[in-house]
Nanobody, 119 residues
Framework: QVQLVESGGGLVQPGESLRLSCVAS????????MGWYRQAPGKQRELVAS???????NEVDIVKGRFTISRGGTKNTIYLQMNSLRPEDTAVYYC?????????????WGQGTQVTVSS
């Protein structure tokens, strides 16, 4: 089992920055990757960025150049640096982690942290 705890959300104005953190605990050595999703009101949850076991990263096109996913000094912490925030970035941001064993993928989710971008 893996537990994920996010922090760092809040209310900011357009153009400002926020950094989200996610700390994983439990069987973190089993993880193949971690990432960030977001869900705006009335919309489906969508992938924002991923970081893999080998530290390769991927940010989706809608945030590329503004958001950066990274890993902390310890393997159990990831960050999402969000710059040039826009009102459409408003959502609950969820930390995600996954482990693949014998072709079966197990996913884990944090409780979410609210990000609101508004003037």
């Amino acid at each position: 089992q893996v537990q994920l705890v996010e922090s760092g959300g809040g209310l900011v104005q357009p153009g400002e920055s926020l950094r989200l953190s996610c700390v994983a605990s439990g069987s973190i050595d089993s993880l193949n990757g971690m990432g960030w999703y977001r869900q705006a009101p009335g919309k489906q949850r969508e992938l924002v960025a991923s970081i893999f076991r080998d530290d390769k990263t991927n940010e989706v096109d809608i945030v590329k150049g503004r958001f950066t996913i990274s890993r902390g000094g310890t393997k159990n912490t990831i960050y999402l640096q969000m710059n040039s925030l826009r009102p459409e970035d408003t959502a609950v941001y969820y930390c995600n982690a996954w482990a693949i064993r014998n072709t079966i993928t197990t996913g884990y989710w944090g409780q979410g942290t609210q990000v609101t971008v508004s003037s």
